[in-house]
């Protein structure tokens, strides 16, 4: 019987960071650390996977097969930016005419933003028990697997641009790091071309993405290894196959019942032996004699006693062997039963809470950008509410200077120019009661404030 193989599809998520993720991911019974990709929101993240996956920290070198891009993922991902985003950027800077909104870098400014400048995805065929006791020659036929994952993976989901891949063949089982940057087009505001990871990967278009690799990668592994391989089930709510036989418990009692059988194989060994034995002891019954005195009793010799009491603790000791394998094979089953129903539940819960968790992330960067509105906001209002006292300050000094030329200079040209300005509507009734009368005061800031405080005082009492 041909053996199913588990599939995994990992999309980098800020969650990963977690302690109880990074938990999971040391402790990851495929052999590898595939499930502590984070997401890359910066310069620094993106610096920490051209480290981690193109190992520049160690020499195993010749375990790390790039398949897409170069040794540098920085300058690939950079790369993508220029060639998708940087005619935009000019066409978006030719249409402002403000400069502090032109955008000089635009790699640099999602860097600067809560955003993630590029994502990571990790494939994985097998796990840890299908890989263990295959040789490097097999293991590095799935180059041709995962190079065929990258045109399925472009293919399926053309807007997420691919900037690097490489496969890790240092660990037990074989994965794929693939990086690339989601791009969404036609926006509103801003560039009409962005970068967009929540908007390209949603619940329903992940759950499609990870249904269509998966059914390409089983193709392309059957072609390349000539074989009629089928995938485990996979579990709803996972970005992951489920498997109840590589959880750690499991496992362990899994043992226990391997040696458990082995014991059974040597209990049935003395069955065997215990049925030929039962044969020496029907000779030895079939062939008393009775005795003289009463018919109804029969001569045994000691050896023969013997005998059928070593029987009888063979058959107790057998009986009791197969009894405790039987009681935990079934404790097994029980157990497995068990076990896969509650980490179903507990996959649709987790996946449930990160759905939430999503939700939650998506509000409060949108709370974050509308507080940055409202900051510019208010930035802006109380310049003009400076612009504004600036102009009222000009006008009053505009109104006394009438006033005083027309009321005490009697100053015909301000007269003639305050009745022009009152005719064409530039001054209002009050304004020209004040340029023609000087028994009008002309109220200072100040003083108009304070008037306002003594009517306050007065409506309180």
Known sequence: MEQELAYSFHLGSDKNKSKLAKKVAKENLSGTTSL??????????????????????????????????????????????????????????NKQTRKDRKIEDYFKKVCDSQNDIACEIIIELGDMDFWNDKDERYRFKMVDVYNEQIKDL????PDFKIANATIHFDETSPHMHIIGVPIIENCTRGMKKQVGKSKLFTKTSLTEIQDKMRNACIKSYNKFYEVNTRL???????????????????????????????????ANTQTKELDNTSKDIYEILSHLKPTKLNKNNMIISNEDVQKIKNYTEDVKDITKTVRSV?????????FEHTTFETIREVSSLKYEIELKDNEIDSLK??????????????????????????????????????????????????????????????FDDNDNEIANNVRRKVKTPDEIASLKDRKKNDTRF
């Open 326 to 334: 039987n009681d935990l094979n079934m404790a097994i089953k029980d």
């Open 365 to 426: 960067k949108e709370l974050s950008t509308k507080d940055k509105i409202i900051g510019k906001l208010q930035t802006e209002k109380e310049k003009l509410k400076q612009e504004v006292q600036k102009f009222k300050g000009f006008w009053r000094n505009l109104m006394k200077q009438f006033q005083n030329k027309i009321g005490f200079d009697k100053d015909e040209h301000y007269k003639y120019v305050s009745d022009d300005l009152y005719r064409n509507g530039i």
């Open 232 to 266: 485990k089930e996979k579990q709803k709510g996972r970005n992951q196959d489920i498997n109840v036989k590589d959880m750690g418990d499991y496992r362990k009692i899994k043992k226990q019942l391997e040696k458990k059988e082995q014991k059974l194989e040597k």
């Open 154 to 157: 472009i293919e399926i989901v």
């Open 36 to 93: 502590s990709n984070n997401a890359i929101q910066n310069a620094k993240d993106l610096s920490d996977v051209n480290k981690h996956n193109l190992r520049d920290y160690d020499n195993q070198r010749e375990l790390i097969r790039t398949i897409y891009g170069t040794n540098d993922i920085v300058n690939d991902v950079k790369q993508v930016y220029l060639d998708e985003f940087e005619q935009v950027r000019i066409e978006y800077n």
